[in-house]
Protein backbone atom coordinates (compact mmCIF):
# COMPACT_ATOMS: atom_id res chain seq x y z
CA UNK A 1 0.00 0.00 0.00
CA UNK A 2 1.37 3.53 -0.75
CA UNK A 3 1.85 6.10 1.53
CA UNK A 4 -0.91 8.29 -0.19
CA UNK A 5 -3.36 5.65 -0.07
CA UNK A 6 -2.59 5.14 3.22
CA UNK A 7 -2.90 8.50 4.69
CA UNK A 8 -5.78 9.00 2.50
CA UNK A 9 -7.32 6.16 4.71
CA UNK A 10 -6.39 7.05 7.90
CA UNK A 11 -7.59 10.73 7.45
CA UNK A 12 -11.16 9.75 6.31
CA UNK A 13 -11.64 7.22 9.40
CA UNK A 14 -11.42 10.00 11.27
CA UNK A 15 -14.45 11.73 9.19
CA UNK A 16 -16.65 8.97 8.92
CA UNK A 17 -19.53 9.11 6.33
CA UNK A 18 -22.44 10.55 8.04
CA UNK A 19 -26.66 9.90 7.62
CA UNK A 20 -27.10 13.05 6.05
CA UNK A 21 -25.27 15.42 3.80
CA UNK A 22 -24.28 19.31 4.50
CA UNK A 23 -25.98 21.97 2.73
CA UNK A 24 -23.46 24.17 0.78
CA UNK A 25 -23.44 28.16 0.96
CA UNK A 26 -22.27 31.22 -0.80
CA UNK A 27 -22.66 33.98 1.40
CA UNK A 28 -22.28 37.55 -0.41
CA UNK A 29 -20.02 39.03 2.45
CA UNK A 30 -20.10 42.69 1.55
CA UNK A 31 -18.23 45.45 4.01
CA UNK A 32 -15.92 43.98 6.78
CA UNK A 33 -18.33 46.22 8.90
CA UNK A 34 -20.59 43.40 9.05
CA UNK A 35 -18.38 41.44 10.99
CA UNK A 36 -18.91 43.45 14.11
CA UNK A 37 -22.79 44.87 13.15
CA UNK A 38 -25.75 43.50 13.70
CA UNK A 39 -27.80 43.91 10.90
CA UNK A 40 -30.24 42.47 8.35
CA UNK A 41 -27.20 40.41 6.62
CA UNK A 42 -25.34 39.12 9.73
CA UNK A 43 -28.17 37.96 11.29
CA UNK A 44 -29.63 36.06 7.99
CA UNK A 45 -26.19 34.75 8.48
CA UNK A 46 -26.58 33.54 12.51
CA UNK A 47 -29.98 32.45 11.59
CA UNK A 48 -28.73 30.06 8.71
CA UNK A 49 -26.62 28.22 11.61
CA UNK A 50 -29.58 27.46 13.35
CA UNK A 51 -31.40 25.99 10.18
CA UNK A 52 -28.73 23.82 9.24
CA UNK A 53 -26.83 20.63 11.08
CA UNK A 54 -24.04 21.56 12.96
CA UNK A 55 -20.99 21.37 10.81
CA UNK A 56 -17.85 18.55 11.94
CA UNK A 57 -15.54 21.37 10.07
CA UNK A 58 -16.27 24.98 7.87
CA UNK A 59 -14.29 25.11 5.15
CA UNK A 60 -14.62 28.51 3.05
CA UNK A 61 -13.21 29.61 -0.49
CA UNK A 62 -12.66 33.38 0.37
CA UNK A 63 -12.41 35.87 -2.48
CA UNK A 64 -9.48 37.45 -0.58
CA UNK A 65 -7.04 34.20 -0.51
CA UNK A 66 -5.75 34.75 -3.70
CA UNK A 67 -2.59 32.79 -4.62
CA UNK A 68 -0.06 31.08 -7.11
CA UNK A 69 -1.21 27.02 -6.74
CA UNK A 70 -3.70 25.65 -4.55
CA UNK A 71 -3.19 25.77 -0.64
CA UNK A 72 -5.75 25.16 2.47
CA UNK A 73 -5.28 26.41 5.73
CA UNK A 74 -3.57 23.64 7.85
CA UNK A 75 -2.61 24.82 11.19
CA UNK A 76 -4.54 23.70 14.78
CA UNK A 77 -4.49 27.57 15.74
CA UNK A 78 -5.40 29.74 12.64
CA UNK A 79 -4.72 33.67 13.11
CA UNK A 80 -7.57 36.25 12.45
CA UNK A 81 -6.50 38.40 9.72
CA UNK A 82 -7.47 42.14 9.60
CA UNK A 83 -6.84 42.75 5.54
CA UNK A 84 -8.69 46.14 5.35
CA UNK A 85 -7.41 49.65 5.69
CA UNK A 86 -9.95 52.67 6.80
CA UNK A 87 -12.19 51.09 9.50
CA UNK A 88 -12.79 51.79 12.89
CA UNK A 89 -9.64 50.37 15.58
CA UNK A 90 -12.89 47.99 17.10
CA UNK A 91 -13.09 46.07 13.57
CA UNK A 92 -9.09 45.86 13.84
CA UNK A 93 -9.14 44.27 17.79
CA UNK A 94 -12.23 41.49 16.61
CA UNK A 95 -10.75 38.03 17.07
CA UNK A 96 -11.91 34.46 16.08
CA UNK A 97 -10.01 32.14 17.93
CA UNK A 98 -11.69 29.18 15.94
CA UNK A 99 -9.60 26.07 16.08
CA UNK A 100 -8.19 24.75 12.47
CA UNK A 101 -8.34 20.92 11.21
CA UNK A 102 -4.68 19.36 10.47
CA UNK A 103 -7.25 16.25 9.51
CA UNK A 104 -9.37 17.92 7.23
CA UNK A 105 -6.78 20.01 5.58
CA UNK A 106 -4.74 16.28 5.02
CA UNK A 107 -8.33 14.97 3.76
CA UNK A 108 -9.10 17.55 1.28
CA UNK A 109 -5.69 17.39 0.32
CA UNK A 110 -5.98 13.75 -0.62
CA UNK A 111 -9.65 13.93 -2.39
CA UNK A 112 -8.51 16.92 -4.99
CA UNK A 113 -6.87 15.05 -7.84
CA UNK A 114 -6.62 18.06 -10.50
CA UNK A 115 -4.69 20.05 -8.58
CA UNK A 116 -1.63 19.31 -5.86
CA UNK A 117 -2.97 21.06 -2.96
CA UNK A 118 -0.25 22.39 -0.58
CA UNK A 119 -1.02 22.63 3.34
CA UNK A 120 -0.37 26.22 4.63
CA UNK A 121 0.98 27.01 8.09
CA UNK A 122 0.84 31.28 7.65
CA UNK A 123 -2.53 32.48 6.26
CA UNK A 124 -4.91 32.11 8.61
CA UNK A 125 -9.03 33.51 8.41
CA UNK A 126 -9.10 36.79 6.51
CA UNK A 127 -12.48 38.59 6.76
CA UNK A 128 -13.92 36.47 4.13
CA UNK A 129 -14.56 33.99 5.99
CA UNK A 130 -14.05 35.31 9.98
CA UNK A 131 -16.77 38.13 9.31
CA UNK A 132 -19.58 35.72 8.62
CA UNK A 133 -18.64 32.74 10.54
CA UNK A 134 -18.39 34.32 13.61
CA UNK A 135 -21.75 35.60 13.59
CA UNK A 136 -23.18 31.54 12.26
CA UNK A 137 -20.67 30.13 15.33
CA UNK A 138 -19.96 33.21 17.91
CA UNK A 139 -18.66 30.44 20.61
CA UNK A 140 -15.55 29.55 18.37
CA UNK A 141 -15.91 26.02 18.69
CA UNK A 142 -15.78 24.69 15.40
CA UNK A 143 -12.32 23.98 13.11
CA UNK A 144 -12.63 26.34 10.88
CA UNK A 145 -10.31 26.29 7.38
CA UNK A 146 -9.56 27.95 4.17
CA UNK A 147 -9.16 26.27 0.70
CA UNK A 148 -7.29 29.39 -1.46
CA UNK A 149 -8.18 30.87 -5.22
CA UNK A 150 -5.40 29.94 -7.86
CA UNK A 151 -5.67 33.42 -9.64
CA UNK A 152 -3.89 31.97 -12.62
CA UNK A 153 -6.56 29.59 -13.38
CA UNK A 154 -9.44 30.03 -15.28
CA UNK A 155 -13.24 29.50 -14.27
CA UNK A 156 -13.79 26.07 -15.23
CA UNK A 157 -10.75 24.87 -13.67
CA UNK A 158 -11.86 26.37 -10.10
CA UNK A 159 -15.28 24.46 -10.90
CA UNK A 160 -13.75 21.01 -11.63
CA UNK A 161 -11.39 21.71 -8.85
CA UNK A 162 -14.76 22.31 -6.60
CA UNK A 163 -16.52 18.97 -7.68
CA UNK A 164 -13.87 17.08 -6.54
CA UNK A 165 -14.62 18.13 -2.80
CA UNK A 166 -18.22 16.75 -2.77
CA UNK A 167 -17.13 13.95 -0.23
CA UNK A 168 -16.83 16.55 2.66
CA UNK A 169 -20.34 17.19 2.69
CA UNK A 170 -21.03 14.06 3.41
CA UNK A 171 -18.88 14.26 6.38
CA UNK A 172 -20.55 16.78 7.95
CA UNK A 173 -18.43 19.69 6.25
CA UNK A 174 -19.62 23.04 5.97
CA UNK A 175 -18.29 24.28 2.65
CA UNK A 176 -19.30 28.40 1.90
CA UNK A 177 -17.90 30.23 -0.85
CA UNK A 178 -17.31 33.71 0.43
CA UNK A 179 -17.51 36.93 -2.04
CA UNK A 180 -20.37 38.79 -4.11
CA UNK A 181 -22.07 38.20 -6.98
CA UNK A 182 -21.73 41.45 -8.06
CA UNK A 183 -18.61 43.60 -7.01
CA UNK A 184 -17.82 47.14 -8.84
CA UNK A 185 -15.77 48.93 -6.40
CA UNK A 186 -14.80 51.21 -8.65
CA UNK A 187 -18.37 52.56 -9.47
CA UNK A 188 -19.72 52.14 -5.56
CA UNK A 189 -22.01 55.33 -4.57
CA UNK A 190 -20.28 55.63 -0.95
CA UNK A 191 -22.63 58.18 -0.21
CA UNK A 192 -25.41 55.94 -0.68
CA UNK A 193 -23.93 52.80 1.79
CA UNK A 194 -25.90 53.46 4.48
CA UNK A 195 -29.16 53.31 2.73
CA UNK A 196 -30.46 49.78 3.80
CA UNK A 197 -30.56 48.80 -0.21
CA UNK A 198 -29.88 50.57 -3.02
CA UNK A 199 -28.59 49.08 -6.30
CA UNK A 200 -27.92 50.71 -9.83
CA UNK A 201 -30.44 49.24 -12.48
CA UNK A 202 -27.86 47.64 -14.31
CA UNK A 203 -26.63 45.50 -10.76
CA UNK A 204 -29.75 44.50 -10.33
CA UNK A 205 -30.49 43.51 -14.00
CA UNK A 206 -27.94 41.16 -14.18
CA UNK A 207 -27.81 40.15 -10.35
CA UNK A 208 -31.30 38.91 -11.37
CA UNK A 209 -30.03 37.07 -14.33
CA UNK A 210 -27.71 35.12 -12.63
CA UNK A 211 -30.29 34.11 -10.14
CA UNK A 212 -32.16 32.65 -12.73
CA UNK A 213 -29.27 30.75 -14.30
CA UNK A 214 -28.64 29.46 -11.11
CA UNK A 215 -32.09 28.36 -10.76
CA UNK A 216 -32.27 26.68 -13.99
CA UNK A 217 -28.71 24.97 -12.83
CA UNK A 218 -27.31 26.21 -16.16
CA UNK A 219 -23.79 26.00 -14.79
CA UNK A 220 -21.93 26.28 -17.71
CA UNK A 221 -23.42 30.13 -18.90
CA UNK A 222 -22.37 30.94 -15.20
CA UNK A 223 -19.00 29.14 -15.40
CA UNK A 224 -18.60 31.76 -18.97
CA UNK A 225 -20.17 34.28 -17.38
CA UNK A 226 -18.17 36.85 -20.40
CA UNK A 227 -20.49 35.69 -22.71
CA UNK A 228 -23.36 37.33 -21.29
CA UNK A 229 -22.12 40.49 -22.06
CA UNK A 230 -21.58 44.00 -21.11
CA UNK A 231 -23.43 44.28 -17.79
CA UNK A 232 -21.38 40.92 -16.96
CA UNK A 233 -18.64 42.67 -17.42
CA UNK A 234 -19.65 45.60 -15.11
CA UNK A 235 -20.52 43.34 -12.54
CA UNK A 236 -17.28 41.23 -12.13
CA UNK A 237 -14.38 43.71 -13.36
CA UNK A 238 -12.05 41.26 -11.41
CA UNK A 239 -13.41 37.42 -10.84
CA UNK A 240 -11.98 36.74 -7.17
CA UNK A 241 -15.28 37.75 -5.46
CA UNK A 242 -17.50 35.61 -8.56
CA UNK A 243 -15.15 32.60 -8.46
CA UNK A 244 -16.39 31.67 -4.82
CA UNK A 245 -19.87 31.32 -6.52
CA UNK A 246 -18.63 28.63 -9.03
CA UNK A 247 -17.38 26.83 -5.84
CA UNK A 248 -20.79 26.69 -4.37
CA UNK A 249 -22.56 25.72 -7.79
CA UNK A 250 -19.96 22.90 -8.43
CA UNK A 251 -21.09 21.25 -5.60
CA UNK A 252 -24.67 20.94 -6.42
CA UNK A 253 -26.77 17.74 -7.52
CA UNK A 254 -29.94 16.75 -9.28
CA UNK A 255 -31.62 16.62 -5.49
CA UNK A 256 -30.22 19.57 -3.86
CA UNK A 257 -32.71 22.67 -4.05
CA UNK A 258 -31.98 26.50 -4.34
CA UNK A 259 -32.55 28.97 -1.50
CA UNK A 260 -31.88 32.86 -2.01
CA UNK A 261 -31.18 35.08 1.23
CA UNK A 262 -29.35 38.59 1.80
CA UNK A 263 -31.00 39.31 -1.49
CA UNK A 264 -30.49 43.20 -1.79
CA UNK A 265 -28.26 45.33 -3.36
CA UNK A 266 -25.99 48.26 -1.68
CA UNK A 267 -23.54 50.90 -2.67
CA UNK A 268 -25.40 50.77 -6.29
CA UNK A 269 -22.78 47.99 -7.76
CA UNK A 270 -22.76 45.35 -4.53
CA UNK A 271 -24.94 42.67 -4.45
CA UNK A 272 -25.24 40.84 -1.11
CA UNK A 273 -27.13 38.43 -2.72
CA UNK A 274 -26.67 34.77 -0.97
CA UNK A 275 -27.25 30.74 -1.93
CA UNK A 276 -27.98 28.13 0.14
CA UNK A 277 -27.74 24.53 -1.99
CA UNK A 278 -29.41 20.98 -0.53
Keep these: MSNHLFAF ?26 GIEHNSFSMQWANMATTIPQPTAVLVVSAHWLTKGTHITAMQEPRTIHDFGGFPPQLYQVQYPAPGSPTVAAETVNLVRSASVQLNHDWGLD ?110 PTNEHYLPLLYTLALQTAADGVQFFNDKAVGGSLTMTSVKIG
Excluded at 11 to 34: A, C, D, E, K, R
Excluded at 129 to 143: C, F
Excluded at 186 to 196: F, N, S
Design 127 to 236: HGTWTVVRHMYPKANIPVLQLSIDASKSPQYHYQLATELALLRKKGVLIIGSGNMVHNLGMVAWHKLQEPEFGYDWALEINQVFKQLIINKQHNTLINYHQLGKLADMAI
Design 9 to 34: NHFTSQLPILSYTMPVLFIGHGSPMN
